[in-house]
């Protein structure tokens, strides 16, 4: 298993997460300036809700593709996929069923309109079944074809959302909305038709058994995930405004930038450490975990430097209250990546009962920490409590994988030290290098060289 296929997989992946995921990230500077704060917070809002039910409905039942790789090795795929996708029917048709008879009564509950409520279900569970997909073929290495579906779905709906978006004059917010959330409920439903049509399986109950026993603990993990991601914008929204609602918003999805990434890097990296750990090649993940810290740590630094540059670039001065809050930013999702370190090592031991208790508490302290700052400091209040729970949510999957599964944990605790120690002092630098931007620009320039010196001199990204 060479470097060249990690990296060769690495890059794919970060393609396709840019292409998907990105999405919010490359139409910024157009919706900013055609959306208003609170219309950006509307849309942001429902996009909350979408994620939230997404959960509910998808009932976490690709968490268990990467083991069935493994444990089912040889059969056709398609077979466990079609199976274990009919689990998701029955939660999927009690949350639609809701959503018709009650569409009145929850529209007020969810601050949304209506006519929302049926299509935030439809769009929720149309947004599982392509990650059901992507999910599927990041497990099996065809990275190329996972970037090609993120590639054409963002496309498609990037044209017809400016386009729909640029024409209308009024409701832009609900025009915005309905040019995402069609394109996406109609790949959906052929990415459900795909998959059916070649595993013809219906319902097999040796592969159901399997995958919700390890799925259903992976739920209350994901709510516990979404807390961290959407009840900061929810208790923003009541606490405070939507204006201040779509400030957190943008300067959330700019520094997304950097969850995309090491995302793209954890898809691509998983299945080769996984298979490093089923050959006993101790050596080889020491080897290129180190890399990997050492790259992403410096992505997140040279990302600091710029992204003051990139924030004014890419919003309207009607935004510019949002970038002190940066370096929380970046410090919390960099938090949130060493924890995937423990917990990976939990996925391939099966512990997915382990992980939900990790991150369930860390999101009950998210929560308090919110109800306690969000009032005193608006959005930086909202960014303190989430970076104060990601720092706990490492802990505790620390301890977890060090004293609880303890089945040759590779990682010592002294590795992630120096990568933490260098993020926290450019975190401070920030705020001294603001005006500096030649400086800023030097550093970058620096960074980037010393990164492609790597690359060169490794033949590997990481």
Not at 203 to 209: A, D, L, R, T, V
Not at 293 to 319: H, N, Q, R
Not at 342 to 371: D, H, Q, R, W
Request: glycine share 6%.
């Amino acid at each position: 298993m060479s470097s060249k296929s990690i990296s060769k997989s690495v890059v794919w992946q970060l393609a396709g997460k840019l292409a998907l995921q990105g999405l919010a990230f490359f139409t910024a500077p157009v919706f900013t300036r055609l959306l208003t704060t609170a219309d950006y917070g509307y849309v942001s809002l429902y996009t909350s809700w979408c994620s939230i039910i997404s959960i509910f409905v998808a009932m976490e039942v690709a968490g268990s593709i990467g083991n069935a790789r493994i444990k089912y090795e040889g059969i056709n795929i398609y077979e466990y996929l079609s199976s274990i996708l009919t689990l998701t029917l029955i939660p999927f048709g009690v949350f639609l069923g809701i959503a018709l008879i009650f569409n009145s009564s929850l529209a007020p509950l969810l601050s949304l309109r209506r006519d929302l409520i049926v299509l935030v279900v439809l769009n929720a569970y149309a947004s599982f079944l392509i990650s059901f997909l992507i999910s599927k073929l990041d497990a099996y290495k065809q990275v190329e074809k996972s970037a090609l579906i993120s590639f054409f779905q963002s496309l498609i709906i990037i044209v017809i959302s400016i386009i729909f978006v640029v024409r209308s004059k009024d409701n832009r917010a609900f025009i915005k909305i309905y040019s995402q959330a069609l394109p996406t409920i109609l790949i959906g439903l052929s990415v459900f038709m795909i998959i059916y049509s070649k595993g013809r399986c219906f319902w097999k109950s040796e592969y159901n058994k399997f995958c919700i026993g390890l799925a259903l603990p992976l739920i209350g993990h994901s709510i516990a995930g979404l807390v961290f991601t959407q009840c900061d914008k929810l208790m923003l929204r009541r606490i405070q405004n939507e204006s201040e609602l779509g400030i957190y918003s943008i300067t959330y999805t700019l520094c997304n930038l950097l969850l995309i990434i090491y995302a793209a890097f954890n898809n691509a990296w998983v299945p080769f450490y996984y298979d490093f750990k089923r050959q006993g090649k101790t050596e080889e993940i020491l080897l290129h975990t180190k890399r990997y810290l050492k790259f992403f740590t410096l992505i997140c630094v040279g990302f600091l430097l710029l992204s003051i540059d990139v924030f004014k670039l890419l919003t309207p001065e009607t935004y510019w209250t949002g970038m002190n809050a940066i370096p929380l930013f970046v410090l919390s999702i960099y938090f949130n990546y060493l924890y995937l370190f423990p917990a990976n090592f939990e996925f391939y031991n099966c512990m997915t009962k382990l992980v939900p208790i990790g991150t369930i508490s860390s999101a009950i302290i998210n929560v308090i920490m919110n109800a306690l700052l969000i009032p005193r400091y608006s959005i930086y209040g909202a960014v303190a409590g989430s970076l104060i729970s990601h720092i706990v949510l490492f802990g505790i999957h620390e301890v977890f994988a060090k004293f609880v599964v303890k089945k040759n944990y590779e990682y010592r605790i002294k590795m992630f030290i120096p990568g933490t120690v260098v993020l926290i002092i450019f975190s401070v630098a920030f705020y001294f290098l603001k005006d500096l931007w030649i400086v800023r620009w030097l550093l970058v320039v620096c960074i980037a060289g010393y990164l492609i010196y790597g690359i060169i001199r490794n033949k590997s990204i990481f």
